[in-house]
C-alpha cells in the first residue's frame, strides 16, 4: 500500500512569506508526528495529532507555527512570516498507534524548505 | 521527561568491523526504545524497537541492541560492517503515558574499505 507522502517535496520561499506543508498519512493510522530537521542535525518534534486528542503542540518553536490535522486524514503544518531560520526538511511521520508511542513510525520523505 | 543522548556524532569503522552505537536514555518509566536509520537521500526507517519484551532487540540488516536497565542504555551493534551500513542513525524514546517519540540527535556512521 501507499506510504506517507509530503508535498511539496522542496519549497522555496521569500523571507516573510506564508508556507503551507501538507501531509498525507497511512490510511488507518490515527498518530502524526511532524518533525524538523535541520542540516547535519537531529529530529526536532514539533507536534503530534493522536485519534481525536487534543494534539500535543508542546515541540511548536513559535506562534508562527501552527498546524491542522482534519479527523485521521490530511494534516498540513503553516508557517507564517517566514525566516531563514526556519529553512529545514519538515518531516512527517505516521503510526497505528492508539495507547502511546510502541509503535512504529512511517516517515515521509520530507519537504525540504528553504527560506532566501 | 524523556531524553536521549547519542555519544559520538560521527563514528567511522572499518568494512568487517564491529559497529557500536551508543545511546542512553533517561525516563522516569519504564521505556520504550527504537533505533531508526536514514540511508543517504532516503526517508528514514525503522530498524529494531524495544517494548519490554525480550532485552536483546534482533533489527533489519544483522543489527541489534540491547536494552541495559541499570545503564539506561540501549547500544546499537552489527559484528561486521558492509559498506551499505553507512548512513545516519537515530535513538529514541517513548513512553506510554506520554505518547510522543524523542530522537536523539543522531550518530553518522561511515564505512572504511
Known sequence: GAGVSQSPSNKVT??????????DPISGHTALYWYRQRLGQGLEFLIYFQGNSAPDKSGLPSDRFSAERTGES?????IQRTQQEDSAV???ASSITTSGGTDTQYFGPGTRLTVL | ??????????????EGALVLLRCNYSSSVPPYLFWYVQ???QGLQ???????AATLVKGINGFEAEF???????HLTKPSAHMSDAAEYFCAVSVVSYDKVIF??????SVIP
Open chain 1, 14 to 23: 521569500e523571507k516573510g512569506k506564508d508556507v503551507e506543508l501538507r501531509c
Open chain 1, 74 to 78: 490530511v494534516s498540513t503544518l503553516t
Open chain 1, 90 to 92: 519538515y518531516l512527517c
Open chain 2, 1 to 14: 521527561a524523556q531524553s536521549v543522548t547519542q555519544l559520538g556524532s560521527h563514528v567511522s569503522v572499518s
Open chain 2, 39 to 41: 540511508y543517504p537521500n
Open chain 2, 46 to 52: 525503522l530498524l529494531l524497537k524495544y517494548t519490554s
Open chain 2, 68 to 74: 541495559k536497565k541499570s545503564e539506561t542504555s540501549f
Open chain 2, 104 to 109: 536523539g540527535p543522531g550518530t553518522s556512521l
